[in-house]
Nanobody
Framework: QVQLVESGGGLVQPGGSLRLSCAAS????????MGWYRQAPGKERELVAG???????NYADSVKGRFTISRDNAKNTVYLQMNSLKPEDTAVYYC??????????????WGQGTLVTVSS
């Protein structure tokens, strides 16, 4: 019923920047919160940043001051601007939508993931 499609991952040198995008589609009436998680090899998935429909944001301590999350409610799209990237930012980044109201109920959704590799 709801699909999240991510884009923007890739290979970047340390200190570089990338911008991730995630577009939600389906019979969506509203989405309360959207966010980005990441999972590095051998590690658990962790929250990177989140944003509510009212534009309240929260960030992992490890990315504060370097990453910025934003959202276009009209397009059901969330973005993650990543600056000053470090090798430890290397991970698969997943988009998440929380409390998605659709015509048949409320659900959560995950994207398929996009790989970000920070390496020289």
């Amino acid at each position: 019923q709801v699909q999240l499609v991510e884009s923007g991952g890739g290979l970047v040198q340390p200190g570089g920047s990338l911008r991730l995008s995630c577009a939600a589609s389906g019979s969506i009436l509203s989405i309360y919160a959207m966010g980005w998680y990441r999972q590095a090899p051998g590690k658990e998935r962790e929250l990177v940043a989140g944003i509510t429909s009212g534009s309240s944001t929260n960030y992992a301590d490890s990315v504060k001051g370097r990453f910025t999350i934003s959202r276009d409610n009209a397009k059901n799209t969330v973005y993650l601007q990543m600056n000053s990237l470090k090798p430890e930012d290397t991970a698969v980044y997943y988009c998440h939508a929380d409390n998605v109201v659709v015509t048949t109920g409320v659900l959560d959704a995950w994207g398929q993931g996009t790989l970000v590799t920070v390496s020289s």
